[in-house]
């Protein structure tokens, strides 16, 4: 082939309209993400980016909305268990999985229902 995949550009997940300041909370504040600014262009279609090291993450507003529920990205972390106290002081929910090999995750939903996971390798 004449041409090559170099990397993941971004993730998008969907958002309903208006819900840009939890989005800020959940992926800025807990997460602990950047938020990054849009291009002037994409400012008048709502949502928000995110960053951590040189991947982004975009919310994009849909009408109508509907969560992505089982279609999802997967973040690679170091110290899941760390990550899980934190997400309990934040009362944001978790679920356990140990069905991958070599592997220790879990699953969470952000404010709007859309599935993400988190794994650590072992």
Same mark, same amino acid.
């Not at 004449?2 to 309903?16: G, V």
């Not at 800020?24 to 008048?44: A, D, H, N, S």
């Given at each position: %082939?004449?041409?090559?995949?170099?990397?993941?550009?971004?993730?998008?997940?969907?958002?309903?309209k +208006?819900s840009?300041?939890?989005a800020?909370?959940?992926?800025?504040?807990? @997460?602990?993400?950047?938020?990054?600014? =849009?291009?002037?262009?994409?400012? =008048?279609n +709502?949502?928000?980016?995110?960053?951590f090291?040189?991947y982004?993450?975009?919310?994009?507003?849909?009408?109508?909305?509907?969560p992505?529920? =089982?279609?999802h990205?997967?973040?690679?972390?170091?110290n899941?268990?760390?990550? =899980? %106290?934190?997400?309990?002081?934040?009362?944001?929910?978790?679920?356990?999985?140990?069905? @991958?090999?070599?592997?220790?995750?879990?699953?969470?939903?952000?404010?709007?229902?859309?599935?993400?996971?988190?794994?650590?390798?072992i």
């Open positions: %082939m004449s041409f090559i995949f170099k990397s993941i550009d971004h993730i998008q997940l969907a958002a309903p +208006g840009e300041a939890v800020r909370i959940f992926f800025g504040e807990v @997460l602990g993400f950047q938020e990054i600014e =849009k291009p002037e262009t994409l400012r =008048k +709502g949502g928000v980016w995110f960053q090291n040189n982004q993450i975009h919310i994009g507003i849909e009408e109508p909305f509907a992505a529920k =089982k279609a990205p997967a973040f690679e972390v170091e899941l268990e760390a990550l =899980k %106290m934190h997400l309990t002081n934040n009362e944001v929910s978790f679920i356990g999985d140990t069905d @991958l090999p070599g592997a220790n995750r879990i699953y969470v939903h952000d404010p709007f229902g859309n599935r993400i996971e988190i794994l650590e390798w």
